[in-house]
């Protein structure tokens, strides 16, 4: 059973600007934090953004001021507005989320979408 699927990647010369967008399952989405990470070749998997189910965003320093993200709460999906795209942003992009029932916590991953900045 698929619970998140990501869209929107691809290749972008560097200066600009790609959109992805993460469908969740509602019994999901609804009582989660969202989250997007990214994996470049060779390195960790990192937080790039995260957004409560208040809404309210965190970005890692690299990306603030360049992306942005955002949740519809009624159509169950989460986006990433990325402007200003470098190369150093090329990566497996990830959709995340995470609740907290009780003591447990839960975490649901997409399959990831690429993303390519290069001239």
């Known amino acids: 059973q698929v619970r998140l699927a990501e869209s929107g990647g691809g290749l972008v010369q560097p200066g600009g600007s790609l959109g992805l967008a993460c469908v969740g399952a509602r019994s999901i989405i609804r009582i989660s934090t969202m989250g997007w990470y990214r994996q470049a070749p060779g390195k960790q998997r990192e937080l790039v953004a995260t957004i409560t189910r208040a809404g309210t965003p965190t970005y890692v320093d690299s990306v603030k001021g360049r992306f942005e993200i955002s949740r519809d709460n009624a159509k169950n999906t989460v986006s990433l507005q990325m402007n200003s795209l470098k190369p150093e942003d090329t990566a497996v992009y990830y959709c995340?989320?995470?609740?907290?029932?009780?003591?447990?916590?839960?975490?649901?991953w997409g399959q990831g979408t690429q993303v390519t900045v290069s001239s």
């Open positions: 995340n989320a995470r609740r907290k029932i009780g003591f447990e916590v839960y975490d649901d």
